[in-house]
């Protein structure tokens, strides 16, 4: 049922993290010094640890508002939920490297400075940022992909939301519904679509009113209390792993959520949470994946409208591990047939990924090697509801341990 090399990659997440149609975010783009970003650790110069910030060089880091000085009045009870409706991960146009994203190493690479980590040899892929220190090395892997398989699209994987397959969903909680909030809770739910959850009829699609119920993966819940699953009820449907799943939240609960910010802040209506791990679910044939980033979070700006809230030109980033993404790989499909390293198409698929590592997956110095691919998509979120809590997904080794990919590497063999 998929396409020739899969049905996820990215959101390659249902993330996680962290709209389309929006290229960047123009109204962050701000120096370091009001952003949320690194600082200086000498003149000219920016820590390797940081974010995107700092002066220097004449390059304007792209960068995140940092938190307001104090909240505005109001009660902290606004609560409401969005799923992702469009998405842009920028690789149409990459004439001046990567327009969608922030300045997450806090580097403007090719831009009269040098890189935040060692290249390795073998990744001889384009490095360079995007206009102000954008770091985005998936749009570069899509562009490239994308040419043969449409899968590798921002229009493939906003129409999957559109019609209510893959998304995910974001909850703010203890909100003023003020421009300035200085404690707003976020989480961020990977959504298998209107159409995976029983509470609603067979492929339902949603109506975007606020009304429509997204199944959520388990997975981003830290603890079912009592236990989900069992004997599937009125409405009831087949879950993960063939079990059975009812209408519900089926005993978990929706306040212990594992892709959590309780520190998340809006400023001048702009929305900011940060994710240290995120998932973004997506299909392979019929089976449900997860992506995960590493050092994600998402910005956005807050509208209200007819009294509910949409999120618009918002942005998820983080760090997609070279290790996960050769995970991946051996847990998806292409023409029905598992990606082994004896596929035809495996060289291919390592062979591209292996050009573009430009940052490194934990917050570490200039000496440390680049081991991880940067990621942005561009976001705009319309009203939802959660509907079902479906099983957790664990990706399936489809591939004998001597030709899963997960225990490749991008190293030449000897």
């Known amino acids: 049922m998929t396409s020739p090399v899969l049905h996820?990659?990215?959101?390659?997440?249902?993330?996680?993290?962290?709209?389309?149609?929006?290229?960047?975010?123009?109204?962050?783009?701000?120096?370091?010094?009001?952003?949320?970003?690194?600082?200086?650790?000498?003149?000219?110069?920016?820590?390797?640890?940081?974010?995107?910030?700092?002066?220097?060089?004449?390059?304007?880091?792209?960068?995140?508002?940092?938190?307001p000085a104090s909240s505005d009045p109001g009660a902290d009870d606004v609560s409401f939920v969005v799923a992702v409706r469009t998405m842009s991960f920028g690789e149409v146009d990459l004439s001046q490297g990567p327009a969608v994203g922030y300045d997450l190493d806090g580097r403007c690479s090719c831009q009269g400075e040098d890189f935040s980590c060692v290249e390795p040899d073998?990744?001889?892929?384009?490095?360079?940022?995007?206009?102000?220190?954008?770091?985005?090395?998936?749009?570069?892997?899509?562009?490239?992909?994308?040419?043969?398989?449409?899968?590798?699209?921002?229009?493939?994987?906003?129409?999957r939301a559109e019609n209510g397959q893959d998304s995910f969903l974001l909850r703010v909680r203890d909100y003023n519904g003020q421009p300035n909030d200085d404690q707003v809770t976020v989480s961020m739910h990977p959504s298998g679509g209107t159409d995976d959850d029983p509470c609603n009829p067979p492929d339902t699609e949603p109506a975007w009113d606020g009304a429509d119920l997204w199944a959520i993966n388990a997975a981003s819940l830290n603890v079912a209390q009592g236990g989900a699953g069992g004997a599937a009820g009125a409405g009831g449907?087949?879950?993960?792993?063939?079990?059975?799943?009812?209408?519900?939240l089926n005993g978990h609960d929706l306040d212990n959520a594992r892709y959590l910010d309780a520190s998340a802040y809006v400023s001048n209506w702009v929305l900011?949470?940060?994710?240290?791990?995120?998932?973004?679910?997506f299909s392979s044939g019929d089976d449900?994946?997860?992506?995960?980033?590493?050092?994600?979070?998402i910005t956005g700006r807050l509208e209200q409208q007819s009294a509910q809230w949409t999120l618009r030109e918002g942005l998820v980033v983080g760090r997609w591990?070279?290790?996960e993404f050769f995970?991946?790989?051996?847990?998806?499909?292409?023409?029905?047939?598992?990606?082994?390293?004896?596929?035809?198409?495996?060289?291919?698929?390592?062979?591209?990924?292996?050009?573009?590592?430009?940052?490194?997956s934990e917050l570490t110095g200039p000496?440390?090697?680049?081991?991880?691919?940067?990621?942005?998509?561009?976001?705009?979120?319309?009203?939802?509801?959660?509907?079902?809590?479906?099983?957790?997904?664990?990706?399936q080794r489809l591939c004998p341990p001597e030709t899963d990919p997960m225990f490749d590497d991008c190293e030449p063999d000897p």
Request: charged residues 15%; negative net charge.
């Open 367 to 395: 000496t440390a090697p680049c081991d991880a691919l940067s990621f942005g998509v561009g976001i705009e979120a319309d009203p939802a509801q959660i509907g079902t809590v479906m099983p957790a997904i664990e990706a």
């Open 122 to 159: 073998w990744a001889g892929g384009d490095h360079c940022d995007g206009p102000s220190g954008r770091d985005n090395a998936i749009a570069q892997l899509f562009h490239d992909l994308g040419a043969v398989d449409k899968d590798f699209t921002s229009v493939y994987y906003t129409e």
């Open 288 to 297: 449900p994946l997860l992506v995960k980033l590493k050092a994600g979070f």
């Open 237 to 248: 449907a087949g879950g993960a792993g063939g079990q059975s799943v009812s209408c519900g």
């Open 8 to 67: 996820a990659w990215v959101m390659a997440g249902t993330l996680v993290i962290a709209i389309a149609g929006a290229c960047f975010v123009e109204g962050f783009d701000v120096d370091g010094a009001t952003g949320g970003g690194a600082t200086t650790t000498s003149s000219g110069g920016h820590g390797g640890t940081g974010g995107a910030g700092g002066a220097g060089l004449g390059c304007n880091h792209a960068s995140w508002p940092g938190p």
């Open 321 to 323: 591990t070279l290790a």
């Open 327 to 360: 995970k991946f790989i051996g847990s998806i499909t292409n023409q029905q047939e598992p990606i082994c390293t004896d596929s035809s198409v495996y060289p291919l698929l390592k062979s591209a990924l292996c050009q573009y590592p430009d940052i490194t």
């Open 272 to 281: 900011v949470a940060s994710l240290p791990e995120v998932a973004l679910e």
